[in-house]
């Protein structure tokens, strides 16, 4: 019988915007520290802060991450599935 299966990671999407902030990211160290701090919010999509906001839009919260110097800004999908990055800054 196999072994059962850890929790389910949420998929990573980028607006449009953080995709451009992707694009000019060349730094293998930037893009090492970036790829845990995904990983980190894909597994725990609450682990950041949720940042004041109206209800008329998705919830924004924020993820930094002081030792890898990353900070997210994303909100969750209603079934938290789909984790959409909208701000990047490495």
Do not use: C
């Amino acid at each position: 019988m196999p072994a059962p299966h850890g929790a389910r990671r949420a998929r990573i999407a980028f607006s449009d915007s953080a995709a451009k902030q992707l694009e000019n990211i060349t730094s293998e160290a930037e893009i090492h520290s970036l790829d845990r701090a995904l990983v980190v919010v894909s597994v725990d999509p609450d682990v950041g802060e949720a940042l004041p906001a109206d209800s008329s839009g998705p919830q924004l919260r924020q993820y930094t991450d002081d030792l890898e110097h990353v900070r997210l800004l994303y909100w969750v999908t209603a079934l938290r599935t789909v984790v959409v990055v909208a701000y990047i800054e490495v």
